[in-house]
């Protein structure tokens, strides 16, 4: 029997159902071994360091090679970098290692790191590539997901390590296992059903979620661009959608689960459903009507090509009590013809009619966007035109990003601008969005907040009204989960500050009571009463034929 070893502060008490009808069976689990690359369990050669022979080179802590694995006895430190899609990756991840009996923990006590890596900067995978130096040094077995091993699996830091492919991750037990005995595992292929590509994992797999009250749901894997910076689209791959029943199930599956809130994610939801036949609205149509009251949904990023056909319908939508009036839109640049050396597939005039409309149909709309400073073929008036737009709609939350070449994409055999000069640009454009204060002036209105996370400094909690508006609020016990009044006390750069106006007993909760079926499941409940009635009656019909048949015939 194992020992298992409570660590305080890494409770877990949202681990969804431990078995399900996808788990993967044993024989499954052993029966493909061509993935599995046996290690000889060797000591670790100390090697000097290179450099001044007389500097005493740093020694390697020795890795414990396990002959058997007995699930409860190893402890794995699971780290995440990126996007709300990794995240989710990470939870699912987490939730499959915790069911099958492992302790999830910190870093300097875990047995083995699973990290999951993000490809979209150079700064994210040069934290991740020491990341695994460090637990290496320390003698930490070392488990990578993410995109950065999909998009590059030879790159010479990651060889013999053991590596989860991002459509892998249903597989994440079986692996840990495996490199736990010291051999290396590397799972990079797509998943199939029936000949044909596949989102990923399935959506139903447990999890052990970040925020207990917050569901990420990847709605699909992959986009239709061929954007000319991107590294992302080498890791996800074409647009791959999840069917909407599945995502609609998940849905209600979080809420049961106590989630009040619910975040789509991909790598562009306006192209959701493309090619299954299905589309963005017509998934948030049939969401919407599963969202217990109290409780909201949060649309994610989607491209300006893909959303334009859509306005009309998503502007609805956004409109809904129980979905915020906020989107993320990333525009890149003001300039057309930067726009087209990215090949973004869409004009700044395009851009600025999917803003004004939904502007003018969504009451209290929330527009983010991101900027990319410095692309290679970015004149002096090509930033100008992206300083007008930025200047012209004052978005209260911009993501600046210096441009980074990353390998392998066609943006990186460019002709770099200067190092200096891209700096510079990035400063314009962060004093501009310093310059304007979103919340200015909102001191004494009243929001109704829905309260989900802990401010970063933790001193407040965070709650967000209908247009995804961050709104600090005092510590107050049995706060969080819950729907309050308040009333803005101040006002900052990125938030807004507010005193509580409801009495406890006046806080709401979700109200999963008033959950409501999804329209499909009533109507063919409906149609199944209709056939079990009609059954009887031909049953009764045929009874009264026979005896009177036998009467007839005496």
Not at 415 to 440: G, M, Q
Not at 471 to 494: A, E, H
Request: include cysteine; charged fraction near 25%; hydrophobic fraction near 35%.
């Amino acid at each position: 029997m194992g020992l298992e070893v409570n660590l305080p502060g890494n409770d877990i008490d949202d681990i969804e159902d431990l078995i399900s009808a996808e788990d993967i069976k044993p024989r499954e689990r052993y029966e493909n071994k061509k993935s599995v690359t046996v290690r000889a369990k060797k000591r670790a050669q100390i090697k000097p360091t290179i450099g001044d022979a007389n500097t005493e080179a740093p020694l390697q802590a020795q890795k414990t090679i396990y002959e058997s694995v007995v699930p409860g006895t190893q402890k794995v430190y699971v780290k995440t970098w990126g996007c709300a899609h990794n995240n989710s990756d990470s939870e699912y991840m987490a939730g499959q290692l915790a069911a099958y009996g492992y302790n999830l923990s910190g870093k300097d006590e875990a047995d083995l790191w699973l990290l999951n890596s993000c490809t979209v900067k150079n700064p994210s995978e040069d934290t991740f590539r020491n990341e695994i130096e460090s637990g290496m040094r320390n003698g930490k077995h070392v488990v990578v997901a993410g995109c950065v091993p999909q998009g590059a699996p030879k790159s010479d830091y990651l060889r013999g390590l053991s590596v989860i492919g991002v459509q892998q991750i249903d597989r994440v037990v079986e692996v840990v296992e495996e490199t736990l005995k010291g051999h290396s595992v590397r799972l990079l292929q797509n998943k199939k059903v029936h000949g044909r590509r596949v989102a990923g994992a399935a959506l139903s797999l447990p999890k052990v979620r970040k925020n207990p009250l917050i569901e990420i749901i990847s709605i699909n894997s992959g986009c239709l661009n061929q954007c000319t910076y991107c590294k992302t689209k080498h890791a996800r791959g074409d647009l791959a959608s999840y069917p909407p029943d599945e995502i609609v199930e998940r849905a209600r599956q979080s809420f049961d689960e106590g989630c009040c809130e619910i975040w789509l994610t991909s790598e562009d939801t306006g192209a959701y459903g493309r090619d299954i036949g299905s589309s963005l609205p017509e998934l948030l149509w049939q969401l919407v009507e599963v969202i217990p009251e109290h409780c909201m949904l949060r649309v994610g990023m989607t491209n300006p090509p893909y959303i334009l056909e859509h306005l009309e319908e998503v502007a609805k939508v956004l409109q809904h009590p129980r979905v915020y009036a906020f989107l993320h839109v990333p525009v890149q640049s003001g300039s057309d013809s930067v726009l087209g050396e990215m090949k973004r597939e869409y004009c700044r005039k395009d851009f600025e009619h999917v803003v004004d409309f939904l502007r003018s149909r969504v009451p209290g709309l929330t527009i983010a966007t991101d900027i990319i400073c410095g692309f290679p073929t970015e004149t002096e008036q090509d930033f100008e035109e992206t300083m007008t737009l930025c200047e012209k709609y004052r978005f209260p939350s911009l993501f600046i990003n210096q441009f980074f070449p990353r390998p392998g994409t066609p943006a990186a055999k460019m002709e770099r601008i200067p190092a200096n000069l891209v700096k510079k640009r990035t400063k314009r454009l962060t004093d501009l969005f310093y310059s304007y204060e979103p919340y200015a002036g909102r001191e004494g209105q009243l929001y109704t907040v829905l309260v989900t996370e802990i401010s970063h400094d933790k001193l407040h909690y965070v709650g967000h009204n209908k247009s995804y508006e961050q709104v600090l609020l005092p510590m107050r016990d049995n706060l969080l989960g819950t729907r309050v009044r308040v009333r803005i006390t101040g006002t900052s750069k990125f938030s807004m500050m507010a005193e509580i106006l409801d009495e406890e007993s006046d806080w709401t909760r979700c109200d999963y009571s008033k959950q409501t079926q999804p329209k499909t499941s009533t109507s063919s409940s409906g149609r199944g009463q209709r056939y079990v009635g009609i059954a009887l009656i031909v049953g009764a019909v045929a009874f009264v034929l026979q005896l009177l048949l036998r009467f007839l015939s005496q």
